[in-house]
């Protein structure tokens, strides 16, 4: 099974009751609008909480997206001092430092919502062909846990946001994507749509492997990636 980062540190879970303030710095899309806050705080709390705080108590105007607050919807997804996080997830304690920022390589709407279209419609190319379909049954030294966690993405689209062939504008189906394909194709006996194994596909992939650094879930979409590529080229099954 793959780890979770994604989960509150244990210490996360009993108030210790020690209040104080964190320096928050945002980076807005509107260069004039206010990007430092001191935000008061009591631990436990994470980013999103933070957030919240300095929109509710210094700038209402201060975007960002949220929605399950229990790591499993991935719309909460920034940049906290340079990695992405599951801003709901991340604890933070009093009188820290934090810069968050939007994610990389897509487009911003305002603050820190990004456009999130080029992802989707990447992740939905391949979502809509192998639902609901069974993970592949791996043999030949392919690791059937790895091949199962391709269904444990929640979509955030981290991955995608550091990948840099898919910035480089190319129609490249993304990491997420490919992870995702992987449960399904990595066989050759399976039939994968021409776009999973084209230069839309793994043949695009430059195995810069950032997906996997960022993935706040643990997940491994360089290795997914590559398991796919062998199991089209007929190294096992
Ligand atoms: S593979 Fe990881 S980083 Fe990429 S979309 Fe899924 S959960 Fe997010
Ligand atoms: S709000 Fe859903 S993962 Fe953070």
């Known amino acids: 099974m793959a780890g979770n980062k994604t989960r509150r540190a244990d210490s996360a879970a009993t108030p210790s009751g020690n209040n104080g303030f964190v320096k928050l710095t945002v980076r807005r899309s509107d260069p004039t609008a206010p990007a430092v806050f001191d935000v008061p705080g009591a631990e436990p709390m994470v980013v999103l909480d933070v957030l919240l705080a300095a929109q509710q108590h210094r700038d209402a105007s201060l975007a960002f997206r949220f929605s399950c607050r229990a790591g499993r919807c991935g719309t909460c997804t920034v940049r906290l001092n340079g990695s992405a996080v ?4 991340t604890p ?3 009188s820290t430092e934090l810069v968050v920022e939007p994610l990389g390589g897509l487009p911003v709407v305002k603050d820190l919502v990004v456009d999130m279209a080029p992802f989707h419609a ?3 190319e391949i979502v809509r ?3 609901p379909g069974p993970v592949v049954t791996a ?3 392919t690791d059937q846990t790895l091949l199962d966690s391709s269904r444990e993405c929640i979509s955030c689209g981290a991955c ?4 840099p062939v898919a910035a480089s504008g190319r ?3 993304g990491p997420a994507a490919l992870a995702r394909a992987a449960g399904d194709y990595a066989g050759p006996a399976a039939r994968a749509p021409a776009s999973v194994m084209g230069s839309r596909g793994f043949t695009g992939c430059h195995s810069v492997g950032a997906c996997s650094v960022v993935c706040p879930r643990d997940l491994d979409p360089a290795l997914l990636i590559r398991s796919l590529r062998r199991g089209r080229r007929g190294r096992f099954t």
Do not use: I, K
Not at 86 to 89: K, M, N, P, V
Not at 160 to 163: E, F, I
């Open 92 to 94: 933070v304690a009093v």
């Open 129 to 131: 062909l192998v639902e």
């Open 122 to 124: 990447r992740w939905s």
């Open 171 to 173: 129609a490249f189906l």
């Open 86 to 89: 599951l801003a709901c997830q």
């Open 160 to 163: 995608y946001a550091a990948c």
């Open 139 to 141: 043999s030949g030294g």
